[in-house]
């Protein structure tokens, strides 16, 4: 995970069923960032049609590459209780410096650069697939990721809205 390679799908996959087999799932869940492959995605398929389960939507925030790598490299962690800050968003008073407890601001070796641009490539290589993979199953919700995080967040709050509401009908 250091270098921005995946997690081994056995793995993750028993995991993340432990969770959907869970009461707290009993209504519904929300995986955030699984699956990442096709061969994830087939995995997921057939452990929830064994369950009598399956997908409502698939969720795609969209957003260039460019982007990506100027939100996540400019992030920056303290040293001590672990603030967050932004050096283009969200920045301390003083340049490296934590505004609530003047320790060190670092960047994390998972923000910095080559490491963001290789996990671009490989979600090029294998989460790309997907877009179409979950398209093809009528699946797939776009949402427009250069937005700010509330407008986000409200879009795909409302699709979810209006997705349970088709359900139930
Ligand atoms: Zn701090």
Redesign the pocket.
Known sequence: MDKGDLVPDDLICRVIMERVDSDEAADGFLLDGFPRTIPQAEVLENALERRGRHLTAALLVEAPDEEVIRRLSGRRI??????LYHVDFDPPKHEGV??????R?IQRDDDKPETVKHRLRVYHEQTTPLIDWYEGRGLLRRFDGTRSPEEVNGHIRATLATLKLEETL
């Open positions: 303290c040293t001590k209780n672990g603030h934590c505004d609530q407890d003047g320790s601001l």
